[in-house]
């Protein structure tokens, strides 16, 4: 993994600064793939499309916003002054951005912050924990599973088959034979 530039931002609503690293190569040694499609790459870790304002908690979307300034790695590793990271949303705050579909504006956001939700709902089983912990989440889960799956393509097959081996109804050796073209 090469780090690229360190980019600065502002936040549009109360204008503090936070970044981001960007990637100049990365790789995937040591990557996890899972079943719901999400891949744990620390050669290659993803930056998140949506966060929230580590100053007053507002949402909003990173490529929404100008760059304020940019900066090189050692630039950042000599500067004394630090910058927030822009980090993932946690699920209780994606829930709550589905909630104001004003922070959504297309299908393509819609579905990224869904299939975010979905992955973060699994990363509880992921680190063994329980799936749902209040009593709302499971209705919660279940309509988002559902929106999900209201898509027929391919991605939204391998979730139904996913959603049905853990029903048991189909053998896992489908789910293999349909992601074998993503992990080339």
Not at 8 to 29: A, H, Q, W
Request: aromatic share 16%; hydrophobic share 40%; glycine share 2%.
């Amino acid at each position: 993994m090469t780090i690229g530039n360190y980019r600065i931002y502002k936040c549009p609503l109360c204008e503090e600064l936070f970044g981001m690293f960007t990637l100049r190569s990365g790789n995937l040694f040591g990557a996890k793939h899972f079943s719901d499609g999400k891949l744990y790459a620390p050669m290659m870790p993803e930056s998140p499309q949506i966060t929230v304002c580590a100053f007053c908690d507002y949402n909003f979307w990173i490529d929404d916003l100008e760059v304020f300034t940019e900066m090189s790695h050692i630039e950042v590793l000599e500067s004394e002054k630090r910058y927030p990271l822009a980090r993932f949303l946690n699920l209780e705050e994606y829930i709550e951005v589905l909630k104001h579909k004003v922070l959504y504006d297309s299908f393509e956001r819609e579905y990224y912050i869904r299939e975010q939700l979905w992955w973060a709902f699994n990363d509880r089983v992921r680190d063994k924990e329980e799936l749902f912990q209040a009593d709302n989440e499971k209705s919660i889960w279940k309509e988002n599973i559902h929106w999900l799956h209201s898509f027929n393509d391919k991605e939204m097959r391998k979730l139904q088959i996913e959603i049905d081996y853990i029903n048991t109804q189909y053998p896992k050796i489908e789910l293999l034979e349909l992601m074998k073209d993503r992990v080339r």
